[in-house]
């Protein structure tokens, strides 16, 4: 069993579902605690309407999310070390959460979706991470080909 994760950051709504459709993902599992993007195509009800028509399915578990309190003090001081710690005292508290997630990627070909290109500057690689230690799931981080990636004209981190 694996469990994906895929950010949208650089992709347009086509070359994201062309993505999902290379690594066969059935359904994607949306871990921003607030779904909103000014991207098209990619806040909560738009996505979930695109996933459907394409015959996946859309899950948002916002208690998988990153807390306010934690993506704030990282918007004020950029420090990756600090937020780290703070999402993953945060996620300990989450075991309900983890374990409905591990039980999805059980019946289902998942991706942890979140906004940020690379994973190792996204919480969503911690909650893979947590999937993985629950029940043994690989993970593989879904990253687009410079084709069909569209380059940031400055690199940033957001928490869309």
């Known amino acids: 069993m694996t469990v994906f994760t895929i950010g949208y950051e650089g992709l347009d709504i086509d070359a994201f579902m062309s993505l999902l459709t290379e690594h066969g993902i059935d359904t994607i599992v949306d871990v921003r605690e607030l779904p909103l993007s000014r991207k098209p195509g990619f806040s909560k009800k738009a996505l979930a309407n695109i996933l459907n ?69 996204c919480h969503r690689s911690m909650v893979a991470n947590a999937v993985k230690d629950y029940c043994g799931a690989r993970v593989t981080h879904i990253k687009a080909s410079t084709k069909t990636a569209k380059p940031a004209a400055f690199p940033q981190l957001a928490f869309a």
């Open 53 to 121: 028509i394409s015959g996946r399915e859309y899950v948002h578990m916002v208690d998988l999310g990153c807390p306010k309190l934690v993506r704030d003090r990282y918007r004020e001081d950029g420090n990756w070390k600090r937020y780290t710690e703070g999402f993953l005292k945060y996620l300990k508290t989450q075991d309900d959460a983890v374990a409905e997630l591990s039980a999805l990627a059980t019946t289902s070909n998942c991706a942890l979706l979140c906004y940020e290109a690379d994973s190792n500057f």
